[in-house]
């Protein structure tokens, strides 16, 4: 019988969760965005709106992030719905928004849903999954706003400031 699938930040939160939610649930941890700006070039592309260019961040000698996404694409193909718990912010909306787009099986469809809680209680947990919500656009776009203006003025603007005032910007 398939199971829900719930995917936090952090695999300590995952093991307390798990507990609190019982056998239908597998809780799975993403350990963080799974996907970022290109750490080459500027990744967002000026003439489109500044619209970024996001891509599955690379694997590094701290993390193998292919193999989260592959295994949590896996779970997520057998689960009967997808609950997105990362953190209550605009960072963990980002990150639910990514994990929607690159994880949520699309063909058949399967439910997802968000799901916040600002502490890690059984009760806490137990009324966000009564209440689930969507993904708050809003604050998606609020950290993409973050995200390329931070690209913009660290590839931008820092160069031309360090040529100006001369020495380093830190």
């Known amino acids: 019988m398939p199971k829900n699938l719930v995917i936090v930040e952090s695999p ?6 798990n507990k609190y ?8 941890a993403s350990i963080g965005h799974i996907k970022d700006l290109p750490s080459k070039g500027l990744g967002v592309d000026i003439q489109n709106n500044f619209a970024p260019d996001y891509e599955i961040i690379p694997d590094s000698k701290k993390r ?7 295994d949590l694409k896996k779970t997520a193909k057998e689960a009967s719905a997808i609950y997105l718990a990362a953190d209550p912010d605009r960072e963990g909306e980002a990150i639910c928004q990514h ?4 994880i949520v099986p699309k063909h058949p469809p399967t439910p997802a849903y968000r799901v916040m809680f600002n502490e890690i209680t059984k009760r806490a947990v137990q009324e966000a999954f009564e209440h689930p919500k969507q993904i708050d656009e809003n604050l998606v776009d609020a950290q993409q706003a973050r995200r390329v203006l931070d690209r913009l003025v660290g590839y931008k603007v820092s160069p031309l400031l360090c040529r100006t005032i001369g020495g380093r910007l830190s």
């Open 64 to 70: 193998n992030n292919r193999k989260i996404v592959s």
């Open 21 to 28: 939610l019982g056998n239908d649930f597998i809780v799975k």
């Open 12 to 17: 300590a939160k995952a093991k307390t969760i």
């Open 99 to 102: 994990l929607a787009e690159e």
